[in-house]
């Protein structure tokens, strides 16, 4: 399958489907990231990941990671941490904080995907309303979080990083429990890994994805308020034993 080319000045995405096999995913090169592109993109279940010496990447895996709002896989010893800890959440309250700590370098990678232009990006989005951060607190440090964008009843993950033990944990059960609770139909974690596996995050075909999202897209949603991700939380502490 040939490789689509997406005009700079008018980008029009192929349909997934049309993704190659190798690299998985990799349906398109070019285009740009203003706020009207990423938003058709997302709700077409395409989105961006490149390095800064690569022109602007588009995947679409064949294979998704998703979760289901409150289905998430909370561990003895997370469930144990969650009745006893003293952080608290906010939404929306650093996002610019949020997104520069998940793009810094990490020991566990050799660079990062989250580029200056894709910082730039999503702040727009942020400005405008479609991409959201969830911080998690510790005596009024960041210690973890998250952001992404919201497509109607579906949260597409973009990245979450971590400063303390369990920091992006918690924020991650508080998103999905509170995500729950406001009718949210799918969290899009786009990739797989051992992290977010062991969270409760199972894969399904692109096509199932592309179902899930046909059906969430249109959905309007209020974005829940901070009050509404810490009581999620404190529900925990609240079936302390």
């Known amino acids: 399958m040939e490789l689509s080319w997406i005009d700079g000045d008018n980008p029009v995405f192929p349909h997934p489907s049309k993704a190659l096999a190798e690299p998985d995913g990799l349906l398109a090169v070019g285009g740009n990231l203003d706020a009207s592109t990423l938003l058709t993109a997302y709700k077409k279940g395409i989105f961006p990941w490149y390095e800064e010496t690569q022109p602007i990447l588009w995947w679409s895996p064949a294979h998704r990671a998703v979760l289901k709002p409150g289905q998430e896989h909370i561990g003895k010893t997370l469930r144990k941490f969650l009745r006893t800890c003293d952080f608290r959440l906010s939404t929306n309250s650093a ?11 990490r020991a ?3 660079g990062t995907w989250i580029t200056g232009a894709m910082i730039s990006a999503y702040k727009e989005l942020h400005r405008l309303g479609h991409a959201h951060s969830l911080e998690c607190w510790h005596q009024d440090r960041l210690v973890g979080g998250l952001y992404g964008v919201q497509v109607g009843a579906l949260f597409c993950g973009e990245s ?3 400063r303390v033990s369990n920091g992006s944990k918690i924020a991650f059960v508080g ?3 509170t995500l729950a609770r406001k009718g949210f139909k799918l969290i899009d974690c786009q990739l797989e890994n051992a992290h977010l596996l062991n969270l409760g995050v199972s894969v399904v075909p692109r096509e199932h994805f592309l179902e899930m999202l046909a059906q969430a897209a249109d959905e309007g949603i209020h974005w829940p308020q901070s ?6 939380i404190s529900s925990f502490k609240e079936c302390r034993q």
């Open 108 to 110: 566990t990678a050799r």
């Open 175 to 177: 998103l999905s429990q």
């Open 227 to 232: 009050t509404e991700f810490n009581s999620a």
């Open 95 to 105: 996002f610019d904080d949020v997104i520069a700590a998940c793009a810094a370098p």
């Open 160 to 162: 979450m990083f971590s």
